[in-house]
């Protein structure tokens, strides 16, 4: 069946209405909002003459358009600060912050030439103690009082920060295995994931005494006067690092690999004196904390793109802004017909 293209700007038009729950009525449920076939029907819909309605086409296709490639060039933005971001990284943790240090091969292909007065060891050599959790049936809801038992989702470790609030309560039936408990200084390493996040680690701040690991975290406890864990965090976040650990990722589908305890023990680590750790691990929070505000930035302009693109096509349906006589070569009006429209839209 063939559709108009006006009648599926219109329905866009449409939708919007009904989710801004301009004029239709909604029914409510536990969890989501929902509107009927009907409502749907009975909204008014704006239908210009033919010549008209193409003008209007014309109009949107060549200004959505332009919005579209904005937000992919932002979405490009995006991709080009994670892979900075590690790029900054792993320059860090193999070849240190002075430029100017002596450097030696490191006897590790991957790694390269690291400064003259780091060590490189393997991962075993460095631990202390190395568990995995326990997965038992957990209720749905997460422990939400530090008096509460509760067993930490392979998500508490994405991405190198970790978020105690990933997890799920304990039920009242099941005794706790306090051995699990977490601690400060915790090195914990997702075992299974998806290929770009199996591997991931975070450093535990505090004790969390009724916290266990489930079955798909590791719990590695580092000799910290050898190793800090902030450090092995970044480090593992690290180009090279992160090949290495995907080469060594089994599992039959993408979307759950597993590694090892081998695999993570046998990973090589150029190793810095405590005190130069230290002052990596504290100059990488503090580009980590510019790059975190460069993406926000940037999801802020995507945003405000995709309300403009909203309030642009809401206006035009509704004739709230004239596109009569519009051409495509009239570049220069084109940001105060945006400016029009996401003002007329909301507000007018």
């Known amino acids: 069946m063939h559709v108009h293209p006006y009648l599926l700007l219109s329905h866009c038009f449409t939708r919007n209405c009904a989710r801004e729950n301009v004029g239709i009525p909604q029914k409510q449920s536990t969890n989501l909002a929902s509107i009927s076939s009907s409502n749907v029907m009975s909204c008014p819909l704006p239908f210009p003459p033919a010549e008209e309605q193409l003008q209007i086409l014309s109009f949107l296709n060549h200004e959505t358009a332009r919005i579209d490639a904005l937000v992919e060039e932002q979405q490009r933005l995006i991709e080009l600060l994670k892979e900075k971001r590690q790029a900054v990284i792993s320059h860090a943790v193999t070849k240190g912050l002075d430029p100017d240090v002596p450097m030696k091969d490191s006897g590790v292909e991957w790694l390269g030439e690291v400064p003259a007065h780091w060590n490189v ?17 957990c209720d ?4 939400e009082t530090l008096d509460e038992w509760g067993v930490l989702k392979v998500g508490c470790v ?16 099941l005794e706790p295995r306090p051995e699990l408990s977490i601690r400060k200084d915790d090195l914990l390493i997702s075992r299974a994931n998806t290929r770009d996040l199996v591997g991931s680690a975070a450093h535990v701040p505090m004790d969390y005494p009724k916290l266990m690991a489930s079955d798909k975290i590791f719990v590695v406890r580092l000799h910290q006067r050898i190793c800090r864990s902030r450090y092995a965090v970044v ?8 090949h290495q650990i995907e080469l060594q990722a089994t599992g ?16 090589w680590i150029p190793l810095p004196p405590d005190s130069e750790q230290d002052r990596i691990v504290h100059e990488l929070e503090k580009r980590e904390a510019d790059f975190a505000a460069l993406e926000q930035e940037t999801v802020r302009h995507m945003r405000i793109l995709n309300e403009r693109r909203s309030a642009l096509i809401s206006a035009a349906v509704t004739g709230k802004i004239d596109v009569r006589g ?3 070569d009239q570049q220069s009006k084109q940001p105060e017909i945006l400016m029009a429209a996401e003002t007329r839209a909301t507000y007018g």
């Not at 060891?121 to 049936?137: D, H, N, T």
């Not at 749905?140 to 422990?143: E, F, L, P, R």
């Open 235 to 242: 480090y593992l976040f690290g180009k090279g690092v992160r």
């Open 140 to 143: 749905g809801d997460q422990a």
């Open 121 to 137: 060891v393997k991962f075993k050599y460095l631990i202390a103690e190395f568990e995995q959790g326990w997965s038992p049936q």
């Open 158 to 173: 994405n991405y190198g920060v970790f978020d105690p609030t990933e997890n799920k309560r304990l039920p009242d039936n």
């Open 326 to 328: 519009w051409q495509a």
């Open 252 to 267: 039959a589908s993408s979307s759950m690999l597993n590694i090892g305890q081998g695999a993570i023990r046998e990973l």
